[in-house]
């Protein structure tokens, strides 16, 4: 029996779905919760209390602070992931899954813990939110490298409609954050709401077990030359050099589109409570309306780029079309729900486009180091554009409106370059598979029976072993 065989790998997709669920709930909380978290304290009297300009619960950590929450999760999933691409190849998936989603617990946990009484206002609540959002940064790492490197073990036919799967179930997680956690907030307190991202990564840890679980039962029912992967030889820099030239420009590419969107959703709400004036509720909905529409999109563009092909040529074009929808969100007095929804559903296209293609262009045995390498570049990137929007918008929030709003159009101009460079290199990585005739823009083709013998029989000697097993086997 082959993977594509056994029913209950969708089951098995499920659990893998909800592995990083409680990450991306996490990842985006300060943005859901960003006046609180960089406004300044003031008691809810007086003036204050009449112009509604009063915060209790505000923390005082500013533009510039702020962002470091972002980019120390940036950077620790960029220092961490290529250590854990390499140990996953090595060490297998549902060990990484376990200790991954149970250290998603303890980061937000401690990230909860950070605000409550005992340590709100004082000089401990800051490096304990940093330390606390470094362990999550390590541990949605670990989480995402485990997903992909399942996903391209037990769906190697159908890349496009798992991925898309995976990525519509991760950003319910961020949808569900930006709905509920700011009223969560107005209702019970910040303490409660940062609380919530906690049980939301425990949610993690059940699909984690569930995950290792079937995997073992999955791993039983395959034939042998099915369940057996050449074995993981320790990486080396001839590995590394020997990636072709189409990876490099997939990671390059996934490295500056994700600089240009995750920086703007971190301040989006921000921005758009800045610009036009909504409260910080309905501008927590707008901006979590990028990820609402991803839901959809990513599910829908797995299925379509699985049956016709064409990975690269929609990645081009996802990343070119969201040059736009950065200018008028600078410039422009467009409606803001529409961008970020035209935004949202670009991301959907351009990053589904672009994962799958990194299984598809490196061996097997090298995937987690790849996708690693991959995320290095990406998290490595995203800190340092999170880390320039808070020395460009200030340690202390600027009280001139037009002088704020000035500052959020050259923070959206790093945003522009980022995308711009994605797409220069979308054109690129496009005419290098014409002209090597590359796999990227094709659709998946199955392996003959006689093929597969024939492989086999040429590799007589190697050592084959499951991806967890702790066992080789001659074939």
């Known amino acids: 029996m082959e993977q594509s065989d056994w029913s209950w790998r969708y089951v098995l997709l499920a659990c893998d779905c909800f592995i990083a669920f409680g990450c991306f709930y996490c990842v985006d909380i300060p943005s859901a919760l960003q006046t609180e978290i960089q406004s300044s304290y003031s008691n809810c009297t007086g003036a ?46 549902r060990m990484t899954a376990i200790l991954s989603t149970s250290l998603a617990v303890l980061g937000s946990s401690l990230f909860a813990l950070s605000v409550t009484s005992y340590f709100k206002m004082t000089s401990i609540m800051f490096p304990l939110m940093m330390f606390s959002r470094g362990l999550l940064g390590a541990a ?44 969560i907030a107005k209702i019970y307190g910040v303490p409660m709401a940062l609380w919530t991202g906690a049980l939301m990564c425990g949610v993690g ?21 099915h369940v057996f992967n050449i074995k993981s030889q320790p990486l080396r820099m001839s590995d590394i050099r020997n990636f072709p030239l189409s990876y490099w ?8 589109y994700y600089s240009c969107f995750i920086p703007y959703v971190a301040n989006g709400s921000k ?12 501008s927590s909905y707008i901006n979590g309306a990028v990820y609402d529409v991803s ?21 081009t074009l996802g990343s070119a079309l969201s040059v736009p929808v950065i200018i008028s969100l600078a410039f422009f007095e467009l409606p803001p729900l529409i961008l970020t929804i035209c935004f949202g559903t670009f991301y959907s296209i351009t990053v589904v486009s672009l994962w799958p293609c990194i299984a598809k262009v490196v061996p097997l045995s090298t995937v987690g180091a790849a996708n690693g390498i991959a995320a290095f570049l990406q998290g490595l990137n995203i800190g340092l554009t999170n880390l320039g929007i808070g020395k460009i918008m200030g ?55 006689t093929e597969k013998t024939s492989l086999i029989q040429n590799r007589e000697g190697d050592f084959y072993d499951s991806i967890d097993s702790g066992c080789s086997i001659q074939s």
């Open 295 to 315: 839901i959809i999109v990513c599910l829908s563009t797995g299925l379509v780029l699985d049956r016709f092909g064409g990975r690269a040529i929609s990645a």
């Open 271 to 282: 921005f758009i409570q800045d610009k036009y004036g909504y409260n910080r509720v309905t």
């Open 48 to 93: 204050s209390l009449l112009n509604g300009s009063c915060c209790e619960e505000c923390l005082g950590l500013g533009p510039d602070r702020y962002n470091q929450l972002y980019a120390v999760f940036s950077w620790t999933n960029a220092i961490v992931v290529l250590p854990i691409g390499v140990l996953l190849d090595r060490l297998g998936n």
């Open 249 to 256: 420009l997939v990671a390059v590419m996934i490295s500056t």
């Open 140 to 183: 949605n790492g670990g989480c995402q490298l485990v997903q992909d490197r399942v996903i391209a073990y037990w769906f190697p036919d159908k890349l496009g409609l798992a991925f898309g799967a995976i990525v519509s179930v991760i950003r319910c997680g961020n949808v569900l954050n930006f709905f509920i956690t700011s009223n």
């Open 205 to 225: 840890c059940v699909a984690a077990l569930g995950y290792c679980v079937l995997d073992m039962i999955g791993s039983r029912k395959l034939d042998k030359n």
């Open 395 to 449: 340690a202390v929030e600027e009280s001139d409106m037009n002088n704020r709003i000035n500052k959020w159009k050259i923070s959206l101009a790093i945003l522009l370059s980022q995308a711009l460079v994605c797409s220069v290199l979308g054109i690129w990585l496009n005419v290098n598979e014409k002209l090597k005739n590359g796999l990227l823009n094709g659709r998946h083709k199955k392996v003959s029976l």
